[in-house]
């Protein structure tokens, strides 16, 4: 799962002991604390965008509309 903070949160990373990065971090989702964080709106989760006819990427992360 891919994530990133909102702009007015500060998240650590649980495992690597460092605040998210603005982009896009990969993380385990299966972990209690980022579900927590998800279901709080601390942090923004993110998608792959489809590829189209081509195979070509246009936006490779777009935020989850949830």
Do not use: H, Y
Request: net charge positive; glycine share 2%; aromatic share 8%.
């Amino acid at each position: 799962m891919f994530v990133k903070p909102r702009k007015s949160c500060e998240v650590r990373n649980l495992f690597k002991r460092i605040l998210l990065p603005n982009e896009e971090d990969e993380i385990v989702d299966s972990n209690l604390f980022w579900q927590r964080r998800v279901r709080n709106k601390d942090i923004i989760v993110l998608t792959k965008k489809k590829t189209n006819r081509k195979g070509v990427i246009n936006d490779p992360f777009v935020e989850c509309a949830k």
